[in-house]
């Protein structure tokens, strides 16, 4: 059985048709949804683990536990949440590390919410802060479309050999999450650098990055964005500033176990606020 099969076979198991949303978890989030206080009108009714996953990779790094977990509003909604999520840096190839979000799309899901956790390059992007992004440079050099344009099982392209990248995250459901969030955080808006990593940034990138007016940079994201966007997906962006970029505001050593607590502090309540973001879709 491949992977999307599988996929299909799981989501009948739990009495569902493919989520109508996946929204992806970043650093510090995974481990919030335990404590997270849903309201009566969701319940878990899943759970996939990437390792069970056929052809599938496991996410090897500490805040990424590398699962889904399936929940259904009383309304019938249903969405998806993906608990950590694979990288370059892992030593995976970039169409192996979309593809926990692309065999979702070939599922049968079209709407996503990437998340992550990013350096903030603006001074105003204070950490806990959150930044909806609403366009990415790719900076990694390396893109997940390389190689045969991707067909599907029928030998059909699965999108344009060279996909329009002008409107990758969508505005108006940007909106709709900027609505909501505004009333637990502070939200900006920009622009996503993604970096292969898994070294930070040097104090010099960060000052080239926040020179040409950059939001926020990280190690994710860009590759499942192209990727979806090329499928066709609905794609939208969402940072959780988790630091100031090196040398931004002091000389202060970066460390990843900081990233991760930083988003511990807020992250139940930004769990919470996404909840409240999927009920407005619905």
């Given amino acids: 059985m491949d992977s999307v099969s599988f996929l299909k076979d799981m989501y009948g198991k739990f009495g569902c048709s493919a989520p109508n949303l996946h929204c992806v978890l970043g650093s510090g989030l995974s481990d919030a949804l335990e404590k997270a206080k849903l309201s009566d009108q969701w319940s878990e009714i899943g759970e996939i683990a990437f390792k069970e996953i056929p052809n599938f990779s496991s996410a090897t790094v500490e805040g990424h536990p590398g699962k889904y977990r399936i929940f259904k509003n009383k309304k019938g909604f249903v969405v998806s949440l993906q608990l950590g999520r694979l990288h370059g840096y892992e030593g995976l190839e970039p169409a192996k590390v979309a593809q926990s979000v692309t065999q979702i799309c070939a599922a049968g899901t079209k709407k996503f919410l990437l998340t992550n956790a990013a350096g903030g390059l603006n001074k105003n992007y204070h950490p806990g802060s959150l930044m909806i992004i609403d366009d990415h440079i790719n900076f990694t ?31 108006k459901t940007s909106a709709l999450l900027e609505k909501v969030l505004q ?44 990727a979806l966007k090329h499928r066709g997906a609905e794609v939208t962006g969402l940072s959780f500033i988790s630091n100031y970029g090196c040398g931004l505001v002091d000389s202060s050593a970066l460390d990843h176990n900081d990233v991760l607590n930083q988003g511990k502090q807020s992250a139940e309540k930004l769990i919470n606020s996404l909840f409240s973001f999927f009920e407005e879709l619905i």
């Fill in 141 to 171: 050099g390396r893109n997940p479309l390389v190689g045969p344009n991707p067909k599907d099982s029928k030998g059909k392209a699965l999108g344009p050999r060279f996909p329009d990248l002008s409107a990758v995250y969508d505005k």
């Fill in 183 to 226: 009333k637990s955080f502070d939200v900006h808006h920009g622009t996503y650098v993604g970096v292969l990593g898994p070294s930070f940034e040097t104090p010099a990138e960060v000052k080239l990055f926040s020179s040409w007016g950059m939001g926020a940079v990280g190690m994710s994201t860009v590759w499942e964005a192209i």
